[in-house]
């Protein structure tokens, strides 16, 4: 909540923006260029640095406390834990 | 009447602004696996439905797509640029920046309304005998899964928007913190809390103990110290929560995008 | 300001029951931020709906002490069962310990004044009681109530005509009710303990809502989705279960288990922490294996979110599936073997004092081995393909859910009762009625599982010839059961009104609940206490 918290400047989350912007333009472009089956897992993959910088600048994580992060960490585990599981079935049907 | 015009500063411990993040985070949690249960479906069909997916994902626009994911990010820059302006005390442009936001999201709800009703125009919607007779089956969940999924992001937007009107609303009705509280209210002050009598002019006067033997009366005001230019820091809590979940919808959105449109 | 701390300290000393606030008589309570209020609020709810539960349990009972269709069509049959699950499932049991215990002395036993977001903590109340009205209107409007089970499964909860859009709706309420919970005992552990109490320090009933927390958040947004999910395809016609549009009827049962399975941890661990708080208080010495009954809380929740599937291996999910599964399930049986191990250990050569909460605790622990042993055989999947929709398992749930979580709720009712209103109960009443509650639940469920075993399905009306005896066994033991449960709710009742004043510190507990006054004052904490130990020292009390 102070001042020094996080620095107060416009300028960085610009340029996270434009990033942002740059990657969704890959991303489209990559999508373009066929790749098959491959495509959709850099596009997962371009999504999921996207996102990564959305938590960390825009929403602040990168500025929390440790535990905030855990929290997040073990969210993302715990999900990964349930999609993995579930394809312990359909595979194997 | 009163000798000393006296205010009662209260220093919140910055403890709970930690433990305001955290409830709200957990939130963010709930809503990331309400979507987590539409994602884990997802990624079940498209393991089965590999090859429809492909077909059906075609039939979307990707431009359209694109558009509405710029819109959804700069969005979230705005966000962040009103947050950033309320702490340096710049009202009037955080205020310019929500409004932009509240206008990106608008911008995305209009988009998402063109092309949800050429879908439908072309029979393309759940339960639609064009869509049961005329694609598989794979297709079928496509669209079905792009409804619910589109569907449930788009209720929060919305949602997104009443909340920053809300947070609007606030900022109006109470920008700068100088409240005067009955002195009962100290009771409440939660642990942590250091008190002090400043003057006027900020000086300070002696601690709470010490007023009882100089002065006779004194009219107490306590107020929240102002964080920067007297800003209410409430609003700027409001606004940092209000801007985590519109990021979170920012999120979900990064997602949909390929997931839907960029894997013909 | 002096005078201002004299009034103060007068007023602070004043029981939480007797302080003025902005409104007065029933409006002082539901629209209280107390947290001590709304933990009684929950109290009143969950077991209005807990009697409702019972009836429809006995008159179930009823139906099969007769061959035949006697007092009820198969149709309500289904009905009545459904509802039964519903009510005890989503109405009492799982916000019938966090919400109750759990609102009024998680902030008592970690030393704050209230939970932190106080204001969220009535709104899950409100919450609730919207839930509980939207049931109401899906059991009697339209074609009333569902009659699908308490899981409803698709297709069948989207093919029939009977009221489950309401009914999904009210559990999706109460689904977000739960999870507001979970979050604000959250956010208190980690921001209001008072200095000095570590993590390591605190009581282990706050380990176990500290676990039961976490699942609240993480794993109820699923089911509630999932259910959000029928809804639609109810309304809108959009079939993602739906074979016929290619939807896949088990990820249904997959989503649902992912929450529904983690959630009997969540009725169940928090029994587990009051007993943990019960044992070594009669048992007058520190609990064995703090450390490891602490943490087992937390792998339990952890191992418990795995293993879902174990629901599901004669529903068609592929055999890895069920192997991988059934394999995950054995593992939940080791952290709660150290808690039982624990227990047992710091029993052993103590000098007791058998009073009525430690008797509850030791039927949790007898109910609980059977429920749990039971578990062990289901986890195997050839003794699951036999017994599964049958007698068998209801007698497994209902020794784990019921012998086990909600013994320990009537434990923590006499345990903790004398302080949250300050009277004591009468001893030899509620002696009586555990007495007829062991009886009877063990005629009931024991039979039930045996039935099961021989081949007696779960969710029949009739029942062949074989069983006929079996049965009458089991009606009769419910008649006990029931008898036993209203006793005991009369006792409690009774020791509101017209019990004995109550002590500060009946039991010798060494808690921080048992250091302030009873009933305790508005604020808890005239001040915020400062911990140097762990929390169940009674040697230095001796000295
Ligand atoms: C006096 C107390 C009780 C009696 C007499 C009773 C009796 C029964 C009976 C007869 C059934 C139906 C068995 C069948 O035909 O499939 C049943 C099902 C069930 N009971 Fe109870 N029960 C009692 C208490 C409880 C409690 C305390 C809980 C939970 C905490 C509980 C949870 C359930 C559940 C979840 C079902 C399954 C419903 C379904 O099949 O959808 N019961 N109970």
Redesign the interface.
């Known amino acids: ?3 020094n918290d996080h620095e ?3 300028s960085t ?2 340029y ?2 434009l990033a ?2 740059v990657l ?1 333009w890959v ?2 472009f990559i ?1 373009g260029l066929h790749f098959g ?1 491959a ?2 897992f850099v ?2 993959l ?2 999921a640095f ?2 990564s910088l ?2 960390a ?4 994580l990168k500025n ?2 440790g ?2 992060k855990w ?2 960490a ?2 993302f585990v ?2 990964a ?3 993995g ?9 | 009447m009163s000798n000393h015009a006296a205010t009662l500063v209260a220093h919140k411990h910055p403890g709970d602004v930690e433990g305001v993040k955290i409830g709200m985070w957990l939130f963010l949690f709930t809503e990331m696996l309400l979507f987590g249960g539409l994602f884990i479906a997802y990624a079940v069909y498209r393991s089965i439905y590999s090859e429809a997916f492909h077909t059906a994902a075609a039939n979307l626009d990707v431009t359209l797509g694109a558009v509405n994911t710029i819109f959804l990010l700069t969005s979230s820059l705005t966000v962040v640029l009103g947050i950033v302006a309320l702490q340096k005390g710049k009202q009037k442009f955080a205020v310019l920046m929500i409004w932009l936001t509240v206008l990106f999201a608008l911008g995305f709800m209009v988009n998402k309304y063109f092309e949800w009703s050429v879908k439908i125009h072309h029979g393309i919607y759940p339960g639609s005998p064009e869509l049961l007779a005329s694609h598989d089956k794979g297709e079928i969940v496509f669209y079905n899964l792009y409804y619910t999924m589109t569907g449930l992001h788009g209720l929060h937007v919305i949602i997104g928007l009443v909340v920053f009107f809300v947070v609007l609303y606030f900022i109006k009705r109470r920008p700068v913190v100088t409240e005067e509280m009955p002195f009962d209210i100290l009771k409440h002050v939660r642990g942590g809390t250091r008190l002090a009598v400043l003057s006027e002019k900020g000086d300070e006067l002696g601690t709470v103990a010490e007023l009882d033997d100089k002065v006779e009366l004194v009219d107490i005001r306590l107020t929240y110290e102002p964080v920067i230019e007297k800003m209410d820091p409430r609003n700027i809590i409001k606004l940092e929560n209000a801007g985590l979940y519109w990021h979170l919808v920012d999120v979900i959105w990064i997602f949909l995008f390929p997931l839907f449109y960029l894997i013909s | 300001m002096s005078r201002h701390a004299v009034a103060d300290a007068v007023r602070t000393q004043e029981s939480y029951l007797d302080v003025k606030g902005r409104y007065s008589g029933l409006f002082g309570w539901i629209f209280s931020v107390d947290h001590k209020r709304i933990g009684l609020l929950y109290l009143g709810s969950v077991f209005l709906f807990f009697i409702v539960g019972i009836f429809l349990g006995l008159f179930m009972r009823l139906e099969q002490l007769t061959m035949g269709e006697t007092l009820m069509t198969a149709n309500m049959y289904n009905r009545l069962f459904t509802l039964h699950g519903v009510i005890m499932i989503f109405f009492f049991i799982i916000p019938g310990i966090a919400g109750t215990m759990g609102n009024f002395f998680l902030p008592i036993q970690i030393g704050a004044k209230d939970v932190f977001f106080p204001r969220l903590n009535l709104l899950s109340w409100w919450l609730y009681l919207a839930g509980a009205v939207l049931a109401l209107f899906a059991i009697f409007s339209g074609e009333g109530m569902a009659d699908t089970g308490w899981t409803f499964y698709v297709p069948y909860s989207v093919q029939t005509g009977t009221n489950v859009t309401l009914a999904l709706f009210a559990a999706f309420i109460l689904g977000f009710s739960s999870i507001l919970t979970g979050l604000n005992f959250i956010a208190t552990v980690h921001r209001l303990r008072a200095p000095g109490m570590t993590f390591h320090r605190m009581p282990l009933f706050i380990w176990s809502l500290y676990s039961t927390a976490w699942i609240q958040v993480l794993a109820t947004p699923v089911v509630g989705i999932t259910l959000l999910l029928v809804i639609l395809e109810r309304t809108l016609g959009i079939g993602i279960f739906n074979p016929a549009m290619g939807g896949d009827p088990i990820l249904f049962q997959h989503l649902f288990w992912i929450y529904s399975h983690p959630a009997v941890y969540l009725m169940v661990l928090p029994g587990m922490g009051i007993v943990s708080e019960i044992i070594p208080t009669f048992c007058r010495r520190i609990i064995f294996g703090y450390k490891a009954i602490a943490w087992s809380s937390v792998g339990i929740a952890g191992v418990g979110t795995l293993v879902w599937g174990h629901h599901m291996y004669v529903s068609g999910q592929s055999s890895t599936a069920s192997i991988v599964f059934s394999f995950l399930t054995f593992f939940v049986a080791i952290p709660t073997a150290i808690k039982v191990f624990n227990w047992v250990a710091t029993m052993y050569k103590a000098s007791i004092k058998v009073e009525v909460p430690f008797l509850y605790a030791l039927a949790f622990l007898f109910h609980f081995l059977i429920g749990g042993l039971t578990g062990l055989m289901n986890a195997a999947i050839s003794v699951d393909v036999h017994v599964h929709d049958t007698y068998f398992i209801v007698g497994h749930f209902h020794y784990t859910m019921f012998g086990g979580s909600v013994f320990a709720l009537f434990g923590a009712l006499y345990y903790w009762g004398p302080k949250m209103w300050g009277k004591m109960y009468h001893k030899k009443s509620a002696v009586v009625a555990l007495v007829l509650q062991l009886i009877g639940f063990n005629m009931l469920y024991l039979t039930m599982m045996y039935m099961g075993y021989q081949g007696m399905p779960r969710r029949y009306y009739d029942h062949l010839p074989q069983f006929h005896d079996a049965h009458l066994v089991a009606t009769v033991g419910s008649w006990f059961l029931v008898t036993g449960l209203l006793m005991m709710i009369g006792t409690l009742i009774h020791s509101i009104f017209k019990g004995e004043k109550a002590p500060q510190n009946p039991w010798g507990g060494t808690t921080l609940e048992w250091q302030v006054p009873t009933p305790p004052p508005l604020e808890n904490f005239d001040v915020v206490p400062t911990i140097t130990s762990g929390p169940y020292n009674h040697k230095e009390e001796a000295e």
């Not at chain 1, 600048?57 to 602040?60: D, T």
């Open positions: 909540m102070h001042e107060l400047k416009y989350y610009i996270v923006w942002l912007v969704t991303t489209v999508a089956n495509a959709v596009a997962l371009i999504a996207k996102s959305v938590f600048w825009f929403m602040h929390e406390s535990t905030i929290m997040v073990t969210l715990v999900f834990i349930f999609i599981i579930t394809f312990t079935d359909y595979p194997f049907r």
